[in-house]
């Protein structure tokens, strides 16, 4: 090989070797959920769970029958059914990210987090996420999906502005029952 073509050949080889090196998958790539877009008040159908959320309302305080809590709470009313089978399908997994940080679907209210779900009779109810004050002017993102582990499954998400949402002085959650179409 000519000595003047050595220095091009080992740039288009260092240059080719850049791009392999952006074109490779991460380490988690091949466990990452797939994602499903949603929007308010449309159907999202992800592997195992058929979620349409019909109304997201920030409160300061929070009902649902005889429970209630004071806060920052984000309501998130939605329709869920499940998407193929019954046998131990739920809403197993309710997350709010804002920016580093997640929220996960508060357990204390009764309400549609972790219900058994049927295939093509949608339940409705309400989910509650307790937050902190200074959340209330960020970006956020829903994340919905039949199990809490999500790798290799479908992650139903949502993206919120929470900022454009008027809180409100008081909601009472859902009662989780039967959607009525």
Do not use: C, K, N
């Not at 073509?5 to 991460?26: D, E, N, Q």
């Not at 797939?34 to 159908?45: C, D, I, S, T």
């Not at 987090?113 to 339940?123: A, Y």
């Not at 960020?138 to 199990?147: C, I, K, P, T």
């Amino acid at each position: 090989m000519r000595r003047w073509l050595a220095w091009p050949m080992g740039a288009a080889l260092l240059f080719g070797a850049w791009l392999v090196t952006l074109a490779t998958p991460t380490a988690d790539a091949d466990e990452a959920p797939f994602v499903v877009p949603a929007a308010l008040g449309e159907e999202a159908r992800g592997r195992s769970i058929t979620v349409t959320v019909t109304d997201v309302r920030l409160a300061e305080h929070v009902s649902a029958g005889a429970w209630a809590g004071e806060g920052v709470w984000l309501v998130v009313d939605l329709d869920a059914a499940a998407a193929r089978e019954e046998d131990r399908t739920a809403l197993g997994g309710a997350s709010l990210a804002i920016g580093e940080r997640t929220y996960r679907a508060s357990e204390r209210p009764p309400s549609l987090f972790q219900q058994p779900l049927l295939v093509g009779i949608p339940r409705e109810g309400s989910l509650a996420f307790e937050l902190p004050p200074d959340a209330v002017d960020e970006q956020a993102v829903l994340r919905l999906s039949g199990d809490w582990e999500t790798r290799l499954d479908s992650l139903i998400e949502l993206p919120l502005d929470l900022a454009d949402l008027d809180p409100v002085d008081s909601v009472e959650l859902t009662e989780t029952g039967w959607a009525r179409p």
